[in-house]
Nanobody
Framework: QVQLAESGGGSVQAGGSLKLSCAAS????????MGWFRQAPGKEREVVAS?????NSRYADSVQGRFTISRDAFTLSLQMGSLKPEDTSTYYC??????????????????WGQGTQVTVSS
């Protein structure tokens, strides 16, 4: 089993910044790709960003240039800047067993964090 403990999140005005963190514990040897999804009410869960063990990262077009994902072994961070109201969502830390992040999709996730709310007001 792997446990993912998220921290960060909260409320901020548009243009502001927030940082999310996720610490993995337990049987971390199974972890390959790590990353973040988000899900707003009534919408599907979508990929935000992902990162491989070697540091290769991928971003959704909607956050490219505004968000930065980083990883130190099994501690994951997401620095979010220039936040917009449309970034309002519940953010979930997630991991797959795949080495690369090409398959970082909900159906490939083996462990999820509990979710943390990010609210951006205009």
């Amino acid at each position: 089993q792997v446990q993912l403990a998220e921290s960060g999140g909260g409320s901020v005005q548009a243009g502001g910044s927030l940082k999310l963190s996720c610490a993995a514990s337990g049987y971390t040897g199974v972890i390959g790709c790590m990353g973040w999804f988000r899900q707003a009410p009534g919408k599907e869960r979508e990929v935000v960003a992902s990162i491989e063990r070697n540091g290769n990262s991928r971003y959704a077009d909607s956050v490219q240039g505004r968000f930065t994902i980083s990883r130190d072994a099994f501690t994951l961070s997401l620095q979010m800047g220039s936040l917009k109201p449309e970034d309002t969502s519940t953010y979930y830390c997630a991991v797959t067993g795949y080495v690369d992040c090409r398959n970082f999709k909900p159906h490939n996730v083996i462990y999820w964090g509990q979710g943390t709310q990010v609210t951006v007001s205009s």
